[in-house]
């Protein structure tokens, strides 16, 4: 098991490589080293999980719950920014998209994927697994899970966001079969399933990133930029 292990990690150092390699062939130096910098994780990464000793559940999820916290801190900090700036600045466009996650210096697409991720560790633990919690601690994680999910919709990135539908879907399928109440757990997953899509497309900026991912009546050329789909 440690050999495969060792195998799959070796093929990530090898990809990382394979960067280096097309360095040599690229005609802007300055920006090839820089994405090195941003992939130099695919490098240390996998050494990482090599060398570390195993960690056992409890270390585990402590390091997960503090990756949590740490998205949930920053999607607070933002959106207290960005409210900030709304009342006294009148600016809305700090709510959406890349204006947002500056706020924090990141860069929407990561942060909304972050949130993402938080989200399926926060279910897995307290939604799947069921573990005893008191109110507070249950009012917590509701909490977190409201402003994860905003960051996520604000943020306006379409993969995450299909990802996180997705991801509820999925759960919903889960708690329906498990709940003994049927009528009232799909009512509330109809009520939930309306309101998020409701969220979605109300948002002018979200709206018109969709619509540009399927080029909507033609009306998204390369000079009418939304997002990347254009210039892929």
């Known amino acids: ?56 559940r409890n270390q585990l999820k402590i390091i997960l719950l503090d990756f949590v916290f740490s998205c949930v801190s920053v999607g607070v900090f933002c959106l207290s920014v960005a409210l900030y700036k709304f009342i006294f600045n009148n600016d809305s466009s700090f709510w959406f998209y890349h204006p947002l996650s500056r706020i924090a ?17 926060l279910l897995y633990f307290y939604g799947i697994k069921k573990e005893n919690l008191k109110f507070n601690e249950i009012t917590l994680v509701i909490l977190s899970l409201i402003v994860l999910s905003i960051m996520v919709f ?32 799909l009512l509330l997953i109809l009520f939930f399933g309306i ?7 109300l948002p002018k900026v979200n ?3 969709f619509k540009e991912a399927i080029n909507y009546k033609g009306e998204y050329p390369i000079e009418k930029q939304w997002g990347g789909r254009a210039l892929r």
Do not use: W
Not at 113 to 120: G, M, N, V
Not at 178 to 183: A, E, G, M, N, T
């Open 105 to 121: 210096g990141m860069h929407a697409v990561y942060l909304s994927l972050y949130c993402c991720f938080s989200i399926a560790i």
């Open 1 to 56: 098991k440690n050999k495969q292990l060792f195998g799959v990690m070796t093929l990530f150092v090898l990809l990382f490589v394979i960067h280096i390699i097309g360095l040599l062939k690229s005609d802007n130096l300055h920006e090839g080293v820089f994405e090195l910098q941003k992939k130099f994780s695919i490098f240390i990464f996998p050494l990482i999980v090599i060398f570390t000793p195993k960690l056992n």
């Open 195 to 201: 309101g998020t899509a409701c969220f979605i497309f």
């Open 154 to 185: 604000l943020l306006s990135g379409r993969i995450q966001i299909g990802l996180l539908i997705l991801g509820y879907v999925a759960y919903s399928v889960f708690y329906f079969i498990k709940s003994k109440k049927k009528l009232q757990s």
């Open 207 to 209: 709206r018109e990133r």
